[in-house]
T-cell receptor, first 124, second 107 residues
């Protein structure tokens, strides 16, 4: 079964750090890019960033609001993707989704697998 | 950054109505647009990618079209289970961006 399962969410104080994990099953981990998308309570979707697939050396892209504070990494041996979040702000409060996708033969992204999401609350 | 503006932000329609949601981009691009459906408390679900390609398993009443700066998602015959919020996303250039969403209510 194809599945993404996030973990690591919770309550953290402003300025603190947290690491989210996303375990991938049912797909070839190294062939897929992994995005993180967040959704603040009652708000729309916001793209956080991407870890490209192995063919692109797992290189990364970040959205401006998180650049320099968030970072992605992968553990191939465990089919795990990590989102390390530092210097957290109250505006980072959101449900965080990990998303797996691939590029079709025309180079179009197909982000077809989403995790269930994990909630991060940044508050004192 | 490419800004995406969805309209309307809310619509109420009856079962079997034809519904159209528009996504306008601040910069033109070809087919690098996806549509998602999100129900309350659930993760988004991919409906359409490449502007017009129906994701496997998605009912054929959903269709997408457009290029340049205007894209549309059409539900040809609205069903009760289509009550949800719909988002467009451009995957043409970084940072990837989403539209603000369109909430569809069944009358």
């Amino acid at each position: 079964e194809v599945q993404l399962v996030e973990s690591g969410g919770g309550l953290v104080q402003p300025g603190g750090s947290l690491r989210l994990s996303c375990v991938v099953s049912g797909i070839t981990f190294s062939d897929h890019y992994m995005d993180w998308v967040r959704q603040a309570p009652g708000k729309g979707l916001e793209w956080v960033g991407r870890s490209r697939n192995k063919a692109y050396s797992y290189s990364t892209e970040y959205a401006a609001p998180v650049k320099g504070r968030f970072s992605f990494s992968r553990d191939e041996s465990k089919n795990l993707v990590y989102l390390q979040m530092n210097s957290l702000k109250t505006e980072d409060t959101a449900v965080y989704y990990c998303v797996a996708g691939y590029s079709d033969r025309w180079g179009v992204d197909v982000s077809d697998i989403w995790g269930q999401g994990t909630m991060i609350i940044v508050s004192s | 950054d490419i800004q995406l503006t969805q309209s309307p932000s809310f619509l109420s329609a009856s079962v079997e109505d034809r519904v159209t949601i528009t996504c306008r981009a601040s910069l033109g691009f070809s087919s690098y647009l996806a549509w998602y459906q999100q129900k309350p408390g659930k993760a988004p679900k991919l409906l359409i990618y490449g502007a017009s390609t129906l994701q496997s398993g998605v009912p054929s009443r959903f269709s997408g079209s457009g290029s340049g700066t205007e894209f549309t998602l059409t539900i040809s015959s609205l069903q009760p289970e289509d009550s949800a919020t719909y988002y467009c996303q451009q995957v043409h250039s970084y940072p990837l961006t989403f539209g603000g969403g369109t909430k569809v209510e069944i009358k």
